[in-house]
């Protein structure tokens, strides 16, 4: 496996590889089983798997956790290369934003709800370092996970609109045994925090068994998955939302494919966790 | 030559050419040797050559001449043809805007000046259709005429900015023998228009030469190529700018590589034209 630092040292090897198919996985780091799930289809389903590592301070709002996202590159690589990774793109923020920006791009639709309602321009600035790395990797196939649903959706709305010639896939979320999604932020839960944490999964689990229920309407399931997580954590409820799935969209019962979706402030660190399925 | 009307045909089409190199013109149509100087090139310096045609309502502004923008599908197709065009890319606004935009694009540099100043929101338009349509043609080479010198900068940076994979190449405007800058809106002037307008260049010529002189400073200049359009012409000035260049930068005295722009409005016209050039 490669390490590249700059879009152009990248750029170049990749020009090399024209009549192969590329698969990708664009990180942030800090690698834990969601994303070797990502890594192992990328490598398996094409000729080339790339992968990159670029905490993007786009995205990251004023007090959010940018300088302290969590970093470990030489277990990373590690990790990627053990995962079948070709290519490892690491680059500097300033290769990535030599100088300020004089386009922005700004997402209008499923950008309100969910993790957009308290994190303004988080998604802006996702689709713009999205649109560099795309630009830079020219991937046929692009692996993001599910657990954050909402940016696989909005993604997926914009490589649409923009025509990016790619295919998004989204990959099921991965678990710890006791339910637990599996995030790099979870390094940064106390032991007492960790130990209430799969209450998340537990109450989403219990608001899809309820969203069967043909008499229930989706402001019920809220309340009850809300009440579960605020009765068996210490975390603050961020959001519990109910919406459908991929268009994001209230609706008064839970009918058709849903999404089941809940953001949880612990003290050093804000979890997401959701669950899509058929009612 | 080919012609593909959906963005879909014409990517299925490059596909195969994945070792070749891909030249491409982006045009609205309604071609006159401007054009046709693009094309030749793109067909010269390229494996593929290929060329569209597409009057983007996403840049123009309420009142401005989408509608009316002049349009000749046959005789542009004869002409692309003859100039080396492989695949000529018409799309219908329908396969190109399916639906509403969920992502919007914004420049927010050297769009305050020139045609930026008069025309909000259409760089904006021209950045987004761009960003589509290189993601459809995934071209390496880039042809577009310096006469829009203003559009040919914002777009360099755009593409700088979101690392596309290609050259941008600027291409000489191309003159009627009297020096009016080829124009497919120039049939739009009356015949005693026509008479008048290539005083516009002429005046940007004194422009340029009143620049050599060390004492001048850029407002006197510009207020002499006023002085000489008013004097010569029944049209109203939009703007006449003399900016650092390529960064369109305002500056006191001519110094440096400059250009010299200006927007005359006619009656069923407004016509852009420059010279750029080392002091």
């Known amino acids: 496996m490669d390490i590249l630092r700059t879009p152009e040292a990248l750029r170049k090897i990749l020009d090399e590889h024209k009549l192969n198919t590329i698969g990708y996985v664009p990180t942030m780091g800090y690698f ?8 192992d289809r ?9 992968a990159s590592i670029f905490v993007n301070p786009l995205q990251f709002g004023p007090g959010e956790d940018f ?39 700004s997402m209008n ?20 370092v999205l649109a560099k790395l795309f630009n830079i990797v020219r991937p046929d196939h692009v692996y993001m996970g599910l657990k954050d649903a909402q940016q696989f959706a ?21 678990r710890e045994a006791d339910g637990l999604a599996k995030s790099s932020r979870n390094v940064f839960l106390t032991e007492k925090e960790r ?33 579960l997580i605020t009765k068996n954590t210490s975390g603050t409820i961020d959001y519990v939302e109910c919406l459908s799935y991929p268009d ?23 979890l997401i966790d959701n669950v899509i399925f058929d009612v």
């Open 42 to 50: 990328a490598s398996a389903e094409n000729d080339i798997a790339v």
């Open 109 to 128: 639709k499923r950008t309100d709800i969910l993790c957009g309602a308290s994190r303004p321009g988080h998604f802006d600035g996702v689709v713009t």
């Open 195 to 227: 130990e209430e944490a799969p209450a998340i999964y537990r109450a989403l689990i219990a608001g899809e068994q309820l969203s069967k229920d043909p008499s229930i309407n989706t402001k019920e399931v809220t309340e009850q998955v809300k009440q």
């Open 154 to 174: 909005v993604v997926q709305s914009f490589c649409e609109d923009l025509n990016f010639p790619l295919e998004l896939i989204g990959v099921p979320t991965v």
């Open 32 to 39: 834990h089983e969601g994303h070797l799930s990502l890594m």
């Open 248 to 270: 994001l969209i209230a609706k008064e019962e839970p009918r058709g494919k849903m999404i089941l979706a809940t953001a949880v402030k612990f003290s050093g660190a804000r």
């Open 67 to 105: 300088e302290k996202y969590p970093r470990d590159e030489e277990r990373d690589a590690a990790l990627a290369e053990k995962a079948g990774i070709d290519y490892l793109f690491i680059p500097s923020v300033q290769s990535m934003y030599p100088h300020e920006m004089r386009v922005s791009l």
